[in-house]
T-cell receptor
Framework: DTGVSQNPRHKITKRGQNVTFRCDPISEHNRLYWYRQTLGQGPEFLTYFQNEAQLEKSRLLSDRFSAERPKGSFSTLEIQRTEQGDSAMYLC??????????FGPGTRLLVL | DQQVKQNSPSLSVQEGRISILNCDYTNSMFDYFLWYKKYPAEGPTFLISISSIKDKNEDGRFTVFLNKSAKHLSLHIVPSQPGDSAVYFCAATDTNAGKSTFGDGTTLTVKP
């Protein structure tokens, strides 16, 4: 296992289009987190899963955002009707309870 | 209300000298603290952590100090090397909640 992976690494889309990102966590980690990072700021929590259950969602996660982790392994984050303000780096992280959180390389989204 | 603050956006030190990065938090429920290092276009990389039951944790050139009464932690890098130049994020976790709250980062530049 080489760590947390995210695809795609970069995505350019036009305003109003839908985009979907994928995260593959470290295999033995049952917790998976999504964060968003904009320039000059630290990562901001969006949502997290324990196995397939989505346990918490931030107020940042508007109704245009949806995340799933159907089998408790990989997760997807979908943004519908993208807006220019959605442009950011989307980070995925995973961990086991009591252990350190490890991040993937991120998906950089640019909405034109 | 920013619960984790890194008040210095940037820090410049000479190679071989000590780098001290600071972080303040407000939420007394935080019980686990981490430092991440981030290069451009990459996800944050875990550096070192400390539990609230300790006041110091050391790993090679990196030492994290925690002052719970002051709600303050710091990262010391000794000796600093040019390869340490990166953005450093402080993160605080309430292990019951699981998610981490990040500061906005400090850009460290180590000059040869």
């Amino acid at each position: 296992d080489t760590g947390v992976s995210q695809n795609p690494r970069h995505k350019i889309t036009k305003r109003g289009q839908n985009v979907t990102f994928r995260c593959d966590p470290i295999s033995e980690h049952n917790r998976l987190y999504w964060y968003r990072q904009t320039l000059g700021q630290g990562p901001e929590f969006l949502t997290y899963f324990q196995n397939e259950a989505q346990l918490e969602k931030s107020r940042l996660l508007s109704d245009r955002f949806s995340a799933e982790r159907p089998k408790g392994s990989f997760s997807t984050l979908e943004i519908q009707r993208t807006e220019q303000g959605d442009s950011a780096m989307y980070l995925c992280a995973s961990r086991s309870p009591g252990e350190t959180q490890y991040f993937g390389p991120g998906t950089r989204l640019l909405v034109l | 209300d920013q619960q984790v603050k890194q008040n210095s956006p940037s820090l410049s030190v000479q190679e071989g000298r000590i780098s001290i990065l600071n972080c303040d938090y407000t939420n007394s429920m935080f019980d686990y603290f981490l430092w991440y290092k981030k290069y451009p276009a990459e996800g944050p990389t875990f550096l070192i952590s400390i539990s609230s039951i300790k006041d110091k944790n050391e790993d090679g050139r990196f030492t994290v100090f925690l002052n719970k009464s002051a709600k303050h932690l710091s990262l010391h890098i000794v000796p600093s090397q040019p390869g340490d130049s990166a953005v450093y994020f402080c993160a605080a976790t309430d292990t019951n909640a699981g998610k981490s709250t990040f500061g906005d980062g400090t850009t460290l530049t180590v000059k040869p």
